[in-house]
């Protein structure tokens, strides 16, 4: 696994105020488990880490190398980014559709 995904798990883990015995007991998991995920003694299962991840409302994703950096702009970008220049006739974006006052 990799340390930025472990470090995103015990930091929303400490964000929402789960002790380490606390995000266990709702995952299904053993404390130490959960320890030794978050140290790193450990190289866990995918099913732990889906758990925990679920347990802490969020989604593991797999997503291809080469569209990382695409993905990454977007998600920085509020997901208006697009793609295409200045000026290109292209529907709004979702994240504008949603912003647009209802009718």
């Known amino acids: 696994m990799t340390s930025s995904l472990i470090a995103t798990l015990v930091a929303t883990r400490k964000a929402q105020q789960l002790t380490q015995a606390q995000l266990a007991e709702q995952a299904g998991l053993s404390r130490m488990a959960v320890q030794r995920t978050e140290t790193g003694d450990v190289d866990p299962r995918y099913s732990t880490v889906a758990e925990m991840a679920r347990v802490l409302g ?19 970008s509020g997901g208006k980014y697009l793609g295409q220049p200045t000026g290109a006739d292209a529907p709004l974006s ?7 006052p209802t009718r």
């Open 58 to 76: 969020l989604e593991l994703v797999a997503v291809p190398a080469d569209l990382l950096p695409a993905l990454q702009a977007f998600i920085q």
């Open 94 to 100: 979702v994240v504008d559709r949603l912003a647009a």
